[in-house]
């Protein structure tokens, strides 16, 4: 069983909106420090926004002022509010601890599939 699932993906049109989740069925959220991160077709796998375990967040350059990173911990839930969407951020997306880094992407047996997002023009 993955230890992470991630939902909420999809195709929208450029300047829209997604917001994707993610829980642990095994363990809590809130005792880890936790990152979205996303790797689109060709290209390298990259963070995209982090969460420490005591509310403090920090996002990418690309991504400043458009995502915001939250948690509900009744929900044992990691959001990624997506806002203003460019083409650019076609990727699939992935949460996972910060330890893991760039390698998240390819974990998935262990750290779930991730989930698509599709951006449109």
């Known amino acids: 069983e993955a230890q992470l699932v991630e939902s909420g993906g999809g195709s929208v049109q450029a300047g829209g909106s997604l917001k994707l989740s993610c829980t642990a069925p095994?363990?809590?959220?809130?005792?880890?420090?936790i990152g979205w991160y996303r790797q689109a077709a060709g290209n390298k796998c990259e963070l995209v926004a982090d969460?420490?375990?005591?509310?403090?967040?920090d996002y990418a350059d690309f991504v400043k002022g458009r995502f915001t990173i939250s948690r509900d911990s009744a929900k044992n839930t990691v959001y990624l509010q997506m806002n203003d969407l460019e083409v650019a951020d076609t990727a699939t997306y992935y949460c996972?601890?910060?330890?893991?880094?760039?390698?998240?992407?390819?974990?998935?047996?262990?750290w779930g599939p991730g989930v698509q997002v599709t951006v449109f023009s």
């Open positions: 969460l420490t375990h005591d509310g403090t967040a």
């Open positions: 996972g601890p910060l330890w893991i880094g760039p390698s998240r992407c390819r974990r998935t047996n262990q």
């Open positions: 095994t363990f809590t959220l809130d005792d880890i420090h």
